[in-house]
T-cell receptor, first 114, second 112 residues
Framework: DTAVSQTPKYLVTQMGNDKSIKCEQN?????MYWYKQDSKKFLKIMFS???????INETVPNRFSPKSPDKAHLNLHINSLELGDSAVYFC?????????????FGNGTRLTVT | AQSVTQPDIHITVSEGASLELRCNYS??????LFWYVQSPGQGLQLLLK??????LVQGIKGFEAEFKRSQSSFNLRKPSVHWSDAAEYFC??????????FGAGTRLTVKP
């Protein structure tokens, strides 16, 4: 059973398009996240949701819009894709909000914008 | 806010040799400290964590880490590296209700 699953695994698209990445966790966790990993492997948090409520919204272009229909799902929609959006996007979950709650990661979605 | 530094971008060790990956953190109080491993094409997996108590913590896959408050460090060690340990390793620090902050990662290469 995959604990945190995200789809698709690969996404290749052209500039200007709109795309979505879906994430689901079956761990019963309250908190979910989106992280962006750039080509140098640096991980940066984008958003976090706790029980469907937005908790963290880092300095991310408003072309990125997360949506959490329930606490087991956190989707990421990206409008007007740009070349600089190319990266690996990771969904993660934790039992609860807070720095002492380990993260469980999905396997990532590699987004390539051409 | 807390921050974490991994001074080594890339380390190469021979199979069977010992390993130490460095991690330094910055935070005013006692942090929550973690090590994660990322194999190619995979997400990050938790190796071990430190919250309080015994400063030497054991993790999965034979890894251990030692918290040294005086040096603001949380170095990861393994006595004998296996070829399957080749991966990217991330140190992370959590604090209070803040989100977890990751270091830039250290890429481990294992020579046969």
């Amino acid at each position: 059973d995959t604990a945190v699953s995200q789809t698709p695994k690969y996404l290749v698209t052209q500039m200007g398009n709109d795309k979505s990445i879906k994430c689901e966790q079956n761990l019963g966790h309250d908190t979910m996240y989106w992280y962006k990993q750039d080509s140098k492997k640096f991980l940066k948090i984008m958003f976090s949701y706790n029980n469907k409520e937005l908790i963290i919204n880092e300095t991310v272009p408003n072309r990125f819009s997360p949506k959490s229909p329930d606490k087991a799902h956190l989707n990421l929609h990206i409008n007007s894709l740009e070349l600089g959006d190319s990266a690996v996007y990771f969904c993660a979950s934790s039992l609860r909000q807070g720095g002492n709650s380990p993260l469980h990661f999905g396997n990532g979605t590699r987004l390539t914008v051409t | 806010a807390q921050s974490v530094t991994q001074p080594d971008i890339h380390i190469t060790v021979s199979e069977g040799a010992s390993l130490e990956l460095r991690c330094n953190y910055s935070y005013g109080a006692t942090p929550y400290l973690f090590w994660y491993v990322q194999s190619p094409g995979q997400g990050l997996q938790l190796l071990l964590k430190y919250f309080s108590g015994d400063t030497l913590v054991q993790g999965i896959k034979g890894f251990e880490a030692e918290f040294k408050r005086s040096q603001s460090s949380f170095n990861l060690r393994k006595p004998s590296v296996h070829w399957s340990d080749a991966a990217e390793y991330f140190c992370a620090v959590g604090a209070g209700n803040n989100d977890m902050r990751f270091g830039a990662g250290t890429r481990l290469t294992v020579k046969p």
